[in-house]
């Protein structure tokens, strides 16, 4: 029973001797150890070096991955093992132990183990966990030890190979520090043996060995014999492993040759050479079945037979191939079990029997009757029940058609149709076939396109110019999806019973004949092309339309998938990124996140479930109800009726998804109405503008949630409050989350006084000061706003404030803040100045004073309405003014004008922004001549309060400027003095 396996080369590089080859499981990542001393990890998926690591001058013959502890762990021909942390390249451990070269380094699956064997004859066993401490060393071999590998099955047991041409079976001992004596030694091999390796198979009890006689023995270490011998290999053995997911056995030779051999009848099934001297080493991961080969001149990875799980579903039977025997399981009893979505669902598995070839494919009939097994070569077709052949026949292609009737490949490119398990129809293609696929439509694949036939007359229906990899047809055969590498594209098939004309099947094959001839993809071959979403037949125009009934492309996804199923007009599948998405009508949803890649089974109606598997034949399951597929449907066809009234059958647990998918369909009212998360149910509000419920969910989940998480909600709500022109909610939010700057907006800009004033002292309790200053400063609060300076101990803040806002508390401040140097530095001597004892520091102080009691006597913010006149007072240089026209007359106009009492008291300014009384303007007046009228007129515009142009030629106050600098100056020369 030859396997056949395909073999997928997936690196190849020379970077020169390389002694020893380990994977990582996880990762796409392979280590090689090199005779140069260096140690390189590669990505054989990217095709890149991640790292190179300098480790020795000596050749490092060892080096393994401990995935536990993210570590690398080597030795040598200096004696030193060394470990690395394989993300830092940090160096972690480095010590000598033996006394002579390491061959070989050996890592337990389980325990903190890690075993070394050496020239110098002896096995050494570390723990790992607890710094590298030796635990025991293993010594009865009279000559070099090559390799020790762990049993998988016994933990404490590993098998020890070396140049005394035996193999000795050993205990793990903690408590002794030498052991001399092993379980027992097998003997046979001629000449020193160089490698071992444990079987992995449940059911056999074999440890495998290749020496420097040429040969490989396989061992029963139960009952202590040879039962095998292999010869092939023409110079000396230098590695041996069982593949753990194959049926087979590997081994590596210095004749430059690896030989797959079948590990069930010993036989070989095939040889690899890639030129490349040498072979020292293999190693196959366990996940998957890519292995790595060491050479002399560098390193290949190659991938044998398919990573993909033999397995087929009908209605609530499963049936899956491991290796060469076959199970089923029946699903009728998993709906009493509690399982969540994506847990291990624990089947009873049930074997069948095996078959007599190495299958590479398993397909149920339509029926569920009958189960068809193909391998590279030949079918059997078994009853599903008892395994009872009902058929058989070579072929390397098998498909059953959606009635039963099945077609192979037969030799030279000829499908042969059989009804009733007899032959009925053949015929042969004009271009090579390479797969052949079911359903609806017979498919025959070539290396770039794909041919439709139909199954009753065998036409053509229609070619596609895409290398399809896999076909799925829905269960009504009005929907097919076809996936490529990189793509998948839902087609509709229009017209599923119908047939094209005599006329067009023989045009559709004649342009098959002469496009083969020709050995080219132009012309009337392409019947559609996908990719350029051409449905239309290039050279028959006159048949456009009725070619155009059969396929339609109705989307094109980009995502490469490895299974899929339709329920009904749902498409259903995996992606390479762990989603499982679920498509319906050119909507896709995402239904659910996974942990590893997995493969879909199938789906039960009974039980509303889809079904799953991984590599290692573990089943997982998804709720997924036919009525939530439907609500899907419905909303997709706006048809809000039918899916209203399908609502109250779809599980409360599943709202929330489809609140997520009618947010992106753009029925966001719909989503809220279903929505049963209090977050979610918060963003849809938010963003619909119903304000008022989103402060319902917050106060539902200040219950329930942390502060922090309230806090955020609250701030989003306000500023899209502030976007809806709600300023009451907004306001409201933000005293929630105390985002006073935002408030200090909103009020200031209402001009609400008594909401700065609470501000101010809700600043005040918080202690942010700042904001707290800016709020008494916009309400006139001067005595409030210089306390919080002095209680902040910021004197030169408050100095310069009082000393243009509230001059009179100038000397108080100063002395404080005297008093604060002098504790602060106590032995440097302090000189401020102070107006009551420096007048001459301080010109116009009795001024500036008599210039804040008007101000304490206006105590008001004046009115709005009367803004440009308020202003232009203001900008006066009072000062000024004061000495000008005197004191009483400057507070009766400020303290009329800001009680709205005085409209023409103040009528006019001069040109140079002075107040000009009603006297000044009638004696003025009585001066003028009348040839200035003209003037005169001017004067009257210039004079009016109103008049905006007037007043923006007003210059600022020079006189406070200078008394600024002045208090600038003043200060700095006492703060010179203070230093």
């Known amino acids: 029973m030859p396997l056949n396996l395909d073999i997928k080369k997936k690196l190849n590089s020379r970077i020169g001797k390389v002694k020893c080859v380990d994977i990582h499981e996880s990762e796409n990542w392979i280590l090689a150890s090199l005779y140069s001393g260096k140690l390189v990890i590669f990505d054989y998926v990217n095709q890149n070096t991640i790292k190179n690591i300098e480790v020795s001058v000596f050749p490092i013959r060892c080096a393994k991955f401990i995935e536990k502890k993210q570590w690398i762990i080597c030795g040598g021909d200096d004696m030193t093992i060394r470990v690395y942390n394989y993300n830092t ?48 060393s293993f010594e009865n071999h009279i000559h070099y030890v090559m390799m020790c590998k762990f049993n998988p099955k016994d933990t404490y047991i590993f098998a020890s190979a070396s140049l005394d041409k035996t193999i000795k079976i050993w205990g793990v001992q903690n408590n002794t520090s030498v052991v001399t004596k092993p379980h027992f030694t097998l003997s046979g091999h001629t000449k020193g043996v160089n490698c071992i390796d444990y079987s992995c198979s449940g059911e056999t009890s074999y440890i495998i060995s290749g020496s420097d006689d040429k040969t490989i023995r396989i061992w029963d270490y139960h009952t202590k014999q040879c039962i095998q011998v292999l ?41 690899l050479n890639y030129n490349m ?20 001149e560098g390193l290949v990875v190659i991938q044998i037979g398919s990573d993909v799980p033999i397995y087929t579903m009908f209605k609530n039977k499963i ?17 009493e079990e509690n399982y969540n979505d994506g847990d291990i669902y624990k089947v009873n598995k049930k074997e069948l029997g095996n078959c007599d070839f190495y299958p590479t494919n398993v397909s149920f009939h339509p029926s569920g009757r009958f189960i068809c097994v193909n391998g590279h070569h030949e079918f059997n077709i078994y009853t599903s029940q008892v395994l009872r052949n009902k058929a058989y026949g070579k072929s390397s292609f098998f498909v059953w058609s ?61 070619k596609i110019d895409i290398n399809v990899k896999n076909v799925f047809w829905n269960d009504s055969g009005t929907y097919v999806a076809l996936s490529t590498e990189d793509s998948i594209y839902i087609l509709n098939y229009m017209n599923s019973d119908g047939n094209l004309s005599k006329d067009n099947i023989n045009k559709n094959n004649d342009s098959i004949n002469n496009n083969n001839n020709n050995n080219n993809n132009n012309g009337s071959i392409e019947l559609i092309g996908v990719k350029n979403k051409n449905i239309n037949h290039p050279q028959h125009e006159e048949n456009k339309m009725d070619e155009e009934n059969y396929f339609q492309l109705e989307s094109e996804i980009n995502e490469s998938i490895e299974s899929g199923i339709w329920i009904y007009d749902s498409f259903l599948y995996i992606s390479k990124n762990l989603r499982l998405y679920i498509y319906t009508k050119k909507f896709i949803d995402i239904y659910a996140y996974i942990d590893k890649y997995l493969y879909i089974c199938g789906y039960v109606y009974e039980y509303d479930r889809i079904f799953l598997l991984d590599k290692n034949f573990n089943f997982y399951s998804f709720f997924l109800p036919i009525t939530y597929l439907q609500y899907q449907k419905y909303i997709m066809g706006q ?235 203001i900008d006066l240089n009072i000062v000024e003014e004061i000495k000008e026209i005197g004191y009483d007359k400057v507070e009766d106009i400020f303290i009329k004008q800001f009680n709205e009492e005085l409209e023409k008291d103040i009528e006019n300014f001069d040109q140079n922004g002075k107040i000009l009384l ?50 600038v100056n003043s200060n700095q020369s006492m703060d010179e003095e203070l230093l």
């Open 89 to 136: 390249f940090e160096k972690i451990k480095s010590f000598e132990d033996h006394t002579d070269y390491i061959r070989y380094i050996e890592v337990h699956q389980t325990l903190p183990y890690i075993l070394t064997s050496s020239d110098d004859m002896t096995i050494k066993l570390y723990d790992y966990e607890n710094n590298f401490e030796k635990l025991c």
């Open 231 to 271: 010869s092939g290999h023409t110079q000396n053995i230098s590695c041996v492993i069982y593949h753990s997911n194959l049926p087979i056995i590997l081994s590596s030779s210095e004749d430059c040759n690896v030989k797959i051999w079948n590990s069930s009848m010993f036989k070989l099934e095939s040889t």
């Open 277 to 296: 001297d040498r072979c020292w080493s293999l190693c196959a991961k366990k996940t998957k079945n890519d292995l790595c080969i060491g050479y002399d």
């Open 319 to 335: 049936i899956y191939i491991k290796n060469t025997d076959i199970f089923i399981i029946n699903l009728q009893n998993v709906q």
């Open 402 to 462: 959606h009635t039963g009737d099945y077609a192979i490949k037969d030799e030279g490119n000829k499908v042969s149709i059989y009804k009733d398990f007899t032959s009925h129809h053949t015929f042969q293609t004009p271009y090579t076939i390479t797969q052949l696929f079911g359903g609806y439509l017979l498919g025959v694949k070539s290396n770039n396109f794909i041919c439709f036939y139909d199954w009753s007359d065998y036409s053509l229906i229609r």
């Open 639 to 873: 048809d809000f009726i039918a899916a209203d009234n399908i609502m109250k059958n779809i599980p409360e647990s599943l709202y929330n998804k489809l609140s997520l998918f009618l947010e992106k369909m753009g029925y966001k009212n719909k989503a809220l109405n279903i929505c049963n998360d209090l977050e979610k149910k918060f963003e849809l509000s938010l963003s619909i503008g119903n304000l008022q419920l989103c402060v319902d969910i917050i106060n539902e989940l200040e219950r329930k949630e942390n502060d922090s998480f309230v806090h955020n909600k609250y701030k989003k709500l306000g500023d899209t409050a502030l976007v809806y022109n709600d300023i009451p909610m907004a306001i409201y939010c933000y005293k929630k989350t105390n985002d006073f700057s935002s408030l200090l907006i909103i009020l200031s800009t209402l001009g609400d006084k008594i909401g700065i004033e609470e501000l101010g002292q809700m600043c005040l309790n918080h202690q942010k000061f700042n904001i707290a200053f800016i709020c008494y400063f916009l309400l006139h609060k001067i005595n409030k706003c210089i306390h919080i300076l002095l209680s902040n101990n910021n004197f030169a803040y408050a100095a310069f404030f009082s000393r243009v806002y509230k001059p009179s508390l100038l000397p108080t401040i100063l002395k404080k803040w005297k008093e604060h140097l002098n504790k602060v530095y106590p032995n440097i001597p302090v000189n401020l100045l102070n107006p009551e004892e420096n007048p001459e520091y301080f010109p116009d102080y009795d001024k500036a004073v008599e210039c804040e009691k008007i101000f304490d006597k206006v105590n008001t913010i004046g009115s709005t309405k009367k803004y440009n006149t308020l202003k232009k007072l």
């Open 918 to 967: 009603k006297e000044e303007i009638k004696n003025n007046n009585v001066n003028q001549k009348e040839d200035n009228k003209l003037d005169n007129k001017e004067d009257d515009k210039f004079c009016k309060m109103e008049d905006n142009e007037l007043f923006n030629n007003i210059q600022m106050q020079e006189d406070n400027k200078k008394i600024n600098s002045y208090s």
